[in-house]
């Protein structure tokens, strides 16, 4: 069974920064485009970072230049590196992988979720 798994969440300052990191498993990795999602209580998810198979990246407008992704096929791994942190950036952020197969269509994976709290 697939599993994507999150960590690194927790509470910073505003203007903090933390690196939050989501291992993949029993998944051909290199292939599948990662993003990080996030949702408030009560709100809708919100797409907050993606990059595909091939490195190419994309960010809401709200986290640009703030927030990076990166990723490490030889880890299994993908990276949300978020920086000047604020209230608004409190929530939960989830892992999501999915790939594109003409045969089968969009394949997608998530994982449980971390906890990121900006406070002072």
């Known amino acids: 069974q697939v599993q994507l798994v999150e960590s690194g969440g927790g509470l910073v300052q505003p203007g903090g920064s933390l690196r939050l990191s989501c291992a993949a498993s029993?998944?051909?990795?290199?292939?599948?485009?990662m993003a990080w999602h996030r949702q408030a209580p009560g709100k809708q998810r919100e797409l907050v970072a993606s990059?595909?198979?091939?490195?190419?990246?994309d960010y809401a407008q709200s986290v640009k230049g703030r927030f990076t992704i990166s990723r490490d096929n030889a880890k299994n791994t993908v990276y949300l590196r978020m920086n000047r942190l604020n209230a608004e950036d409190t929530t939960v952020y989830y892992c999501n992988g999915y790939f594109f197969s003409v045969a089968t269509g969009r394949t997608d994976y998530w994982g449980q979720g971390t906890q990121v709290t900006v406070s002072s």
């Open positions: 990059i595909t198979s091939k490195g190419n990246t």
């Open positions: 029993r998944i051909n990795f290199s292939i599948y485009a």
